[in-house]
């Protein structure tokens, strides 16, 4: 059964950066989109950004200009660069990934948190 393996998250102070990973295991074939979501503490998850297999990427309108997803087809892998980080992207981020063939996976979540 395929799975995805989070990591990245951690502390930082506003304005700085963060990378999050995420790797699909070799089991998950035919993925179409690869993408990251969010929730805060009383709030429902959101959309951060997604890429297609075509790198079609979307973002959510607060992280326009400052994070950037990025995707390695040969590793499985998707990455969010988040740059000029804010006290409001305090998050868990869990990568998604969606595969023609079996669906969608959810990671574990990692937490992100923006304070001084």
């Known amino acids: 059964q395929g799975h995805l393996v989070e990591s990245g998250g951690g502390l930082v102070q506003p304005g700085g950066s963060l990378r999050l990973s995420c790797a699909a295991s070799?089991?998950?074939?035919?993925?179409?989109?690869m993408g990251w979501y969010r929730q805060a503490p009383g709030k429902q998850r959101e959309l951060v950004a997604y890429?297609?297999?075509?790198?079609?990427?979307n973002y959510a309108d607060s992280v326009k200009g400052r994070f950037t997803i990025s995707r390695e087809n040969a590793k499985n892998t998707v990455y969010l660069q988040m740059n000029s980080l804010r006290l409001e992207d305090t998050a868990v981020y869990y990568c998604?990934?969606?595969?023609?063939?079996?669906?969608?996976?959810w990671g574990r979540g990692t937490q992100v948190t923006v304070s001084s």
């Open positions: 890429i297609t297999n075509g790198d079609n990427t």
């Open positions: 070799g089991s998950i074939f035919g993925i179409v989109i």
């Open positions: 998604n990934v969606v595969s023609t063939r079996t669906g969608s996976y």
